[in-house]
């Protein structure tokens, strides 16, 4: 039934489960895929400490629990809307799904503009059964390949019949043809956007990567009969090309010109395909480089690969030391000095000792 009326939002459900298991949900469709199960101990304490993940995510801790990876689940929800360039979704009695639709990390649901808003764009849209896959940083590798389309697997098992897919993220709509999805089934939302859904389809989110996700885009890229005991590269990641913006070496040089005598080659990941990348880690002995996107191809490595990951002192994500213990590689890391003005501090650039480095590596190697 098409509702004509666009009101704009009055509250909000911090979670998606908030809304579906409440007595205003109108959810006709539930089905789990994988149930919640522990994230094993040694994987919860980080080198750098006990219980890194609610350090490293603290202003989100009351939302998730870093300990079990979730529950993965599809739901649908009738008579949703979504709107504009992030997706935002609406529920039926006119309340935002916050954790579905923030806006910028640490984003607290007061502050979603739509909440501001004294009128909404008319609908522009009417669909009968949508998928939704939008996502806050889908324009970065990472999320988009770890958190985004695994959720494709969500909607594959559920076996949902999907006439449309809405994805805030243009850049890779190559990448979700491959995995079987066509452009003329795409909905790229923009400032304007007001879609009504009749059926609303959600594949879960995730905040620890389970490796169901990783294993399903690696599936994808390696072949069966690939040949994993040609493991001889030895691989250096920079982020000093012109598309990065931050955490780059700034004694780059010094470091790659002593690696490069080790064996080592540097590569610019965003000029190579995700094939080429799947084949290429698949193949490598030791893989160093700062922490970033780049590391996100680790999901390709195979057991015993070296990995050193390099962070600056202020910013330590944890996301590749998981992805390594997922695959058995034997990682390590550096906590180097950060370089930078910005209060944003993941945008701070790195600069390495490079003594302590040199001493490192030939104790590692």
């Known amino acids: ?85 992030r997706g935002s979704i609406i529920t039926s009695d006119n309340k935002i799904i916050h954790d579905y639709s923030y806006e910028w990390v640490w984003q607290n649901p007061e502050e979603h503009t739509l909440l501001q808003e004294k009128k909404l764009h008319p609908i522009s849209m009417y669909l009968k059964n949508a998928a939704i896959l939008t996502l806050t940083f889908t324009n970065n590798y990472y999320h988009w390949l ?68 990783c294993d399903f885009i690696r599936n994808k890229f390696l072949p069966p009969n690939i040949n994993f005991e040609k493991r001889n590269k030895k691989i250096y990641i920079t982020r000093n090309g012109i598309g990065t913006a931050s955490r780059k070496i700034l004694n780059e040089e010094v470091i790659f010109n002593f690696l490069q005598k080790e064996g080592f080659e540097r590569y610019e990941l965003e000029k190579i395909s995700i ?36 962070f600056p002192s202020n910013f330590v994500p944890p996301q590749f030391y998981l992805i390594s213990q997922l695959y058995n590689l034997d990682y390590h890391h550096l906590l180097e000095t950060n370089v930078g003005t910005s209060n944003v501090t993941n945008f701070h650039d790195i600069f390495i000792n490079e003594s302590r480095f040199f001493e490192y590596y030939q104790n590692l190697k």
């Open 275 to 310: 094939a080429d990348k799947a084949k290429l880690f698949s193949q490598a002995e030791f893989v160093i480089g700062p922490t970033g996107a780049g590391l996100t191809n680790l999901i390709f490595c195979n057991p015993g690969t070296k990995v050193i990951e390099i």
């Open 1 to 85: 039934m098409k509702n004509k009326r666009n009101p704009i939002p009055v509250g909000f459900y911090r979670r998606l489960e908030d809304f579906i298991f409440s007595e205003k949900s109108n959810m006709n469709y539930f089905k789990e895929i994988y149930p919640p199960t522990d994230v094993p101990k040694h994987i919860q304490e980080f080198e750098l400490g006990p219980n890194v993940y609610i350090g490293l995510w603290s202003q989100i801790e009351n939302w998730w629990n870093p300990n079990y990876f979730e529950q993965a689940y599809v739901t649908v929800l009738e008579q949703a809307r979504v709107v504009g360039k």
């Open 146 to 213: 770890i958190d985004t389309i695994p959720r494709l697997h969500l909607l594959e098992k559920s076996g949902l019949n999907i006439e449309k897919y809405i994805v805030n993220s243009p850049k890779e709509l190559e990448l979700l043809n491959l995995f079987g999805v066509p452009s003329d089934k795409i909905i790229v939302p923009d400032n304007k956007t007001h879609l009504q859904v009749e059926n609303l389809i959600i594949p879960s989110q995730y905040y620890v990567t389970p490796k169901w996700a």
